[in-house]
Nanobody, 126 residues
């Protein structure tokens, strides 16, 4: 299993970024996928998740209405569109694969995910 995030960078408050996660080594279309983030000195936290077929999504309250998770199973790629960015969104963002196939997106627990990318840095600052 290999997960590679990209698309991070520096954005101004109110700006947008789109993260991508290229997946390989497993049947991408069978697994719920998630995005997490970790700010310096803080624990890794759940951001969003999407079911294997893209039919259901789930967001942390802190990003609801601003971030959109999506996936393209034909391209084995997961996305996170981030709009109306705030300085508190600054963190290292990780994509992750759920441990079991065909699961709901509701779990925010890190232990429910078994493979992680290396992360992509998002910095929101003026």
């Amino acid at each position: 299993v290999h997960l590679v995030e990209s698309g991070g960078g520096l954005a101004q408050p109110g700006g947008s970024l789109r993260l991508s996660c290229a997946a390989s080594g497993f049947t991408f279309s069978s697994y719920t996928m998630g995005w997490f983030r970790q700010a310096p000195g803080k624990e890794r936290e759940f951001v969003a998740a999407i079911t294997w077929n893209g039919g259901r999504t789930y967001y942390a309250d802190s990003v609801k209405g601003r971030f959109t998770i999506s996936r393209d199973n034909a391209k084995n790629t997961l996305y996170l569109q981030m709009n109306s960015l705030k300085p508190e969104d600054t963190a290292l963002y990780y994509c992750a694969k759920r441990r079991s196939a065909f699961t709901s997106p509701w779990s925010t627990s890190i232990s429910e995910y078994d493979y992680w990318g290396q992360g992509t840095q998002v910095t929101v600052s003026s």
